[in-house]
C-alpha cells in the first residue's frame, strides 16, 4: 500500500521534468517589478481577482483557469471554475489542493500575507494591476508568455491596442465635453485622470471635471459638482442600473446637464476592471459623449 | 512582640491646619480608643499608623524602624488592619477570604497548606462564621461581613492590630465578643488600637483614649483621665448625662 | 455553579488547582487535533495519521502541517494571550468588564501599523510598529493616569477610554487621507483574522513566560482583587505588582494584535465563564485562561474557515456568536 504511494508520488514529481524538457523555461515581469519564471508554460493557473481572471482568459489561457474567486462572471465560462473565496480572504487549502502551477496575485486586492504564503508552498504568484491601457495589453501578453499560448495572447493584446488607438484617433479633434463621472452615491465618489476611467473619458474627448484632485476616487459633495457645472454626468455603480443615482441631480434645474438631457448610465462591468472590455467600455462612453455634443 | 511609636506625628487630612503632633506610643497589652466626631480623621491617623498614607509631618516607628523604610511584607507580619470599607468586585468565598490573612507569612512559589487552612478555620469559628465557609462573600449580611473581616486579621495573627470601627453591624452579642477578642488578644501580649464611636464600649474595654478634634487638636492618656463628661461634650458638640453601670462609666446623649 | 464547581473537583482554593487546569489541557488537546484533522479540503483519519507519522502525500502534508498547523498554532496563542490580558486587566482596574482593548492598546497598535503602512513599509517591520504602538498607548494612558493626583482604577479606565477614542479618531483620519493602493491591506489589518497570521512562534514563547511569571504573582493578584489598601495591608507592594501587571498585560494585547489584528470577545468572556465556573483564585484563573482561550479561538477559527467553505468568515463573528450565548446562560445560572 504504502509502496504503491511512494510510487505514485515518485511518479508525479518525475512529471514536471519529464515536461521542462519538452518545454523551455518561461519568463515574465510582473506590476511588482518582479522577474517570474517557470520552468515549462503553466497547465494550472489560479487567478485571485475578478480581472485577473478575464484576463486570463483574454491571453487564450481560459481552459487553464483551475481557481477563481467571488464575483469572477466574465466570460460566463468562469462561473463553473471552482472558487477558492473571496478575494479578501482566500480558502488556503482548497487554493493548495487545486494545485495551481502559477498564482495570479491582484497587488492591492489580496492579502499580502496570504499571498506570501501562497509562495512559501513553493508556488510561484504573478502580481498584476494595470493602470493603464498599455498596462492591460501588456499583461495579456505576458500572461500568454507564461501560459503558453503566445499568438492567441497576441493577437488579443493588438485587438485591443488597435481598438483603442482608433478611439483616440476619431475623437482627438472633437470638441471637448466637460464631465463628471459618477462612481458612488452614498457617499458620492468620482475619479480623477489618474484612474482608467478617467483615461477613458480623456480618450474620447471629455475633460473630468474632478480629473486634478489628488486622491484616486475622490469624495466629493453635491456643491461641488453644482460649481463644476459639467455638461454631462454618466452614472456608474454596482449593478446594471441605477436610474435613481440620476434623479438625484434633477432637483438642481440649474445644472447644464440636466438642461441638455446629458443624464447618462453606463453599465460599470465593462469599465470598472482593468481588461480588454475596456475597448467595449470606452465604445459605449464615446457614445455618450457624442450625444451630448449632438445636445448642444 | 511589637511595639508602633508615632513621633512628632500629623496626619495629612486635606485643608486642615496642623494642629497637635502625636507622639505617642503603642505597647505589647495596651488597647487604645480613638475617640472624636465625623472628620476627625480617625480613619486617616489608622491608615497612616499602618503606613498606607505619608503623614504630612514626623514619622511612624514599628520596633524602633521608620514604617516607610520597612517592606510591606515585613509590616504586614506585625500590622493587622480592619478596614472599615470592603471591595469585592470578584466573588470569593468566606474560607478563601480568611486565607488570604495567610499572605504575607507565605513565598511566593507556597500554596497554602493544611496548617494554613487550620489557621483560617479556628478563626472563623472563634468569629462564629465557620458555617459560612462556602458562601460568597457579596452573599452575606452587613455583621457577617464584619465577623469575616476580623477573622481575616485573626488568621494573619499579627502583633499589633489597628481597627477602624470593628463593632460596626453587629448586635449586641456579638459587640462584646468582639470585644472581648480584642482585650483577649491585648492580654496575651499584643496590641490593639481601635476607633470607635460607642463611648460606652471605650469606657468598658479600653486602657487608654486618644482624642482626635476636627480641627486637628488631640489629647491622648489613660482612660480614666480622658473619658470627663466636660472634655467628651466639647469633643461631640452634644451633652451627656453620666452614669455607672457594672463598675464601669456609661455615657447618654440628653436633648 | 456548586454543581460544576464540584465536577471540576474545585471546592475550596486551595486544593484541586490541577483537576480543572488538567481538563482544560485535554480540551485544549482536543481542539488543535480537530483544527488539524480538518478543512475544506478532506483529509481522512488515515491519511493524517499518515502525516503525523511523517509520511503521507505531498499534498496532506502541505494541508496539514504547512497550513493548518500553524494556523492552529496561531489561533490557539493569540486566544491564550487575550484571554490571560483580560484576566489581568480585569484584576488590574479590579473590574469584571475590563478587556485587553479597553486601555487603548489596540488604538495604539492600529495607529503603528498603519503608520507604517502609509510609510510603504512592509512584514516584520508592520509588525514592529504595531507592537510600539501599543506600548506607546500603554505609557501614555498609565503616565496621564497617574498625573499630579492619585492614581484610582476609575481614573486609568477613563483615560485609557478617551485614549482609545482618539486613537480611533486618528484611525479613521488615516484611512481617509491614505491612497487608495494602500487601503485594502489597511482594512485587513485592522479586520483581524488568523488568515493574515504569521509564525505562532513568538506569541507562544510570551504566552508560556507569562503563565509561569503568573504562578509566584497569583496569590498576590487575588489580594489585589480585594482591593489596593487591603492588599498593601496584606503586605503587597501595590505599585510596582500593578505596573508589572499593566505592562505584561500591554505586551499580552501588543502581540496578540500583530498576530491576528484585533478580536474581540475572548479577552473578556474568557476569564468571566472561568470564574463563574472556577471561582476567582488567579493561580487557577489565569493558566486556565491561556488554555481555554487558546481553545476557544482554535475552535472559532476552525468553524471561520470550514463552516460555509470556501467562502472564509472572520473569526471575530464566529467568537461572538459562541461567546455570547455561552455566557448569558453561565451568567443566568450563576447566583
Known sequence: MMSRRFLIALALSLLPMAASSAYAEVCATDDAERE????????????????????????????????????????????????????????????????????????????????????????????????????????????????????????????????????????????????????????????????????????????????????????????????????????????????????????????????????????????????????????????????????? | MSRLEACELVIDVPGRGDGRALTLSLEPGQVWGVLGPNGAGKTTLLHTLAGLRAPRRGTVRLDGEPLAALSRRRVARALGLVFQERHDGFPATVRETALIGRHPWLSPWQMEGGEDVQLAEAALARLDVAHLGERLVNTLSGGERQR????????????????????????????????ALLAEQAAEGRAVLMCLHDLNLAARWCDRVLLLYPDGEACWGPRDTMLVPSVLERLYGQRLATTTVDGAPVFVPVR | MHIVRHALGVTGSHRGLGRPIGVLALAALAALTLAVGIGSVAVSPGELWAVATGQGEPLSRTLVLELRLPRALSAFATGGLLALAGALMQVLLRNPLADPYVLGLSGGAAVGALAAMLAGLGGALITGSAFAGALLSTLLVFGLAHGTGSWTPARLLLTGVVVAAGWGAVVTLMLAVSPVERLPGMLYWLMGDLAYARSPLLPSMLLVGVCLLAIPLGRSLNVLARGALQAAALGVAVRPLEWTIYLAASALTAMAVTTAGSIG?????????????????????????????????VLADTLARTIIAPEQLPVGVITALLGVPTFLYLLYRSR
Open chain 1, 36 to 296: 517570474v519564471c517557470l520552468p515549462a508554460p503553466a497547465e494550472r493557473i489560479a487567478a485571485l481577482s475578478p480581472g485577473a481572471t478575464e484576463l486570463v482568459y483574454a491571453a487564450g489561457a481560459g481552459d487553464k483557469v483551475v481557481a477563481v474567486v467571488d464575483y469572477s462572471d466574465y466570460p460566463p465560462e468562469a462561473r463553473e471554475v471552482p472558487k477558492v473565496g473571496s478575494h479578501t480572504r482566500l480558502d488556503m487549502e482548497r487554493l493548495a489542493a487545486l494545485r495551481p502551477a502559477l498564482v495570479i496575485g491582484w497587488v492591492t486586492g489580496n492579502p499580502p500575507e496570504q499571498l506570501e504564503t501562497v509562495e512559501s508552498l513553493g508556488v510561484p504568484v504573478f502580481y498584476l494591476e494595470p493602470r493603464s491601457f498599455e498596462g492591460v495589453a501588456s499583461a495579456i501578453e505576458r500572461l500568454g508568455e507564461l501560459a503558453g499560448t503566445r499568438e492567441v495572447a497576441r493577437r488579443e493584446a493588438a485587438r485591443f491596442r488597435d481598438g483603442m488607438a482608433e478611439i483616440h484617433e476619431r475623437y482627438a479633434d472633437r470638441s471637448s465635453v466637460r464631465v463628471f463621472y459618477q462612481v458612488w452615491d452614498e457617499p458620492l465618489m468620482t475619479i480623477n485622470d489618474e484612474h482608467l476611467i478617467g483615461k477613458v473619458l480623456s480618450a474620447c474627448g471629455g475633460v473630468n471635471v474632478f480629473g486634478d484632485l489628488d486622491r484616486l476616487v475622490p469624495r466629493i459633495d453635491d456643491a461641488s459638482v453644482l460649481a463644476a457645472d459639467p455638461e454631462a454626468i454618466l452614472a456608474g455603480g454596482m449593478g446594471e442600473e441605477n436610474r435613481q443615482w440620476l434623479t438625484h441631480w434633477e432637483q438642481y434645474p440649474s445644472l447644464t446637464a440636466l438642461r441638455r438631457d446629458n443624464l447618462f448610465f453606463v453599465p460599470p462591468s465593462l469599465i470598472q476592471r482593468p481588461t480588454p472590455r475596456l475597448l467595449e467600455g470606452s465604445r459605449l462612453f464615446c457614445e455618450k459623449l457624442e450625444k451630448a455634443r449632438a445636445h448642444r
Open chain 2, 148 to 179: 469575616l473581616a476580623i477573622a481575616t486579621v485573626l488568621t494573619q495573627g499579627p502583633a499589633i492590630w489597628l481597627a477602624d470601627e470593628p463593632t460596626n453591624h453587629l448586635d449586641l452579642h456579638h459587640q462584646t465578643a468582639v470585644m
Open chain 3, 265 to 297: 470577545f475572548v479577552g473578556l468572556v474568557v476569564p468571566h465563564m472561568l470564574r463563574l465556573v472556577l471561582g476567582n483564585d488567579q493561580r487557577l484563573i489565569l493558566p486556565a485562561c491561556a488554555l481555554a482561550g487558546g481553545t476557544l479561538l
